[in-house]
């Protein structure tokens, strides 16, 4: 009988040891959870790595990777002003900023805190990193209008002016928003266009290209006289020309030697016709076709007679 006592208060102790080990057991698994949840939430360290990358739309404020926080904390600081902006995304518009209040031109030390999802378990603050604001300007949009033979683009808000490439060589510089095909030699040209702030803080951005054919159509002369005692004939207009054409009553002379002179944009041809010219001739000019990019359509300009 006292055998059975024993084996029974052996099987007691037994369960009960068991009982102890189960309980302590769920007692570290619900402590692990519970650490797990806090650690999950709350950012001990502060954020690291910290670099700013932008291209003057948009800034990307990048650290190390942390999966175990809901946003950002960023803050400018310049001059004693302090801007904070919590953001889920750490890529911000220039546009964005500015609404925020961060100022073209001026330099600002970033920091970045990690925020949890629980307050009070946020991150500590990143060192902080010195950056300098800018804007790039709107990138002007190039089209070709056939009614005024001109390429085009819209004015761009910051711009004191452009610069206008043609085949990649040496710009025109113009503050108008357009150029006159007419003003350039003629032939396949490809335009960009690149506008410009005289503001340090904005920089530039390229145009799209334009592939045009330039035909240069020349311009009737605006005057021509002929001197009927030296046998000179004086012509004004607005163009550099290689040849000129010479009609005396129904015969046509190819002229390239002729004096040529240029004054407050006017050239000012003299030729001299006395080795062909008879009394009583009618005389007529016009420039001449230089290549298949020039061409001429006009009239032949008649020569007042001195």
């Not at 006592?5 to 302590?24: A, C, E």
């Not at 004096?259 to 016009?286: A, C, K, M, P, R």
Request: aromatic share 12%; glycine share 4%; with cysteine.
């Amino acid at each position: 009988m006292e055998e059975i006592k024993d084996k029974q208060s052996t099987k007691l102790g037994k369960n009960k040891k068991l009982f102890i080990i189960i309980s302590l057991v769920i007692i570290v698994l619900a402590l692990g959870g519970i650490i797990t949840a806090f650690l999950l939430n709350y950012n001990v360290y502060a954020p690291s790595n910290l670099k700013v990358l932008d291209d003057g739309n948009n800034v990307y404020i990048c650290t190390d990777m942390n999966d175990n926080y809901s946003s950002y904390r960023f803050t400018f600081v310049s001059n004693s002003k302090e801007i904070v902006i919590d953001s889920q995304n750490n890529m911000l518009s220039i546009n964005e900023l500015e609404e925020y209040g961060v100022e073209i031109g001026q330099t600002y030390q970033i920091t970045v805190q990690y925020i949890a999802q629980n307050e009070g378990n946020n991150s500590q603050v990143s060192e902080s990193l010195t950056w300098k604001s800018y804007k790039y300007l709107t990138a002007p949009q190039l089209s070709y209008n056939v009614l005024n033979d001109r390429i085009e683009w819209n004015a761009i808000s910051g711009a004191d002016y452009y610069k206008v490439f043609i085949n990649g060589l040496e710009p025109i510089t113009t503050t108008q928003t357009f150029i006159d095909l007419q003003t350039i030699e003629g032939g396949e040209r490809v335009f960009y266009v690149i506008a410009i702030s005289n503001n340090e803080n904005y920089k530039s951005s390229i145009s799209n290209e334009i592939n045009q054919v330039v035909v240069h159509k020349y311009l009737p002369f605006e005057n021509a006289t002929f001197d009927i005692d030296s046998k000179l004939i004086v012509i004004t207009g607005k163009e550099l020309l290689e040849k000129i054409n010479v009609y005396i009553d129904n015969k046509q002379y190819e002229c390239e030697n002729f004096e040529t002179n240029f004054n407050d944009g006017i050239y000012t041809y003299t030729i001299d016709i006395s080795l062909f010219y008879q009394d009583n001739n009618s005389v007529g000019v016009s420039p001449i076709t230089k290549n298949i990019y020039n061409v001429y359509e006009g009239e032949i300009t008649l020569c007042q007679i001195l």
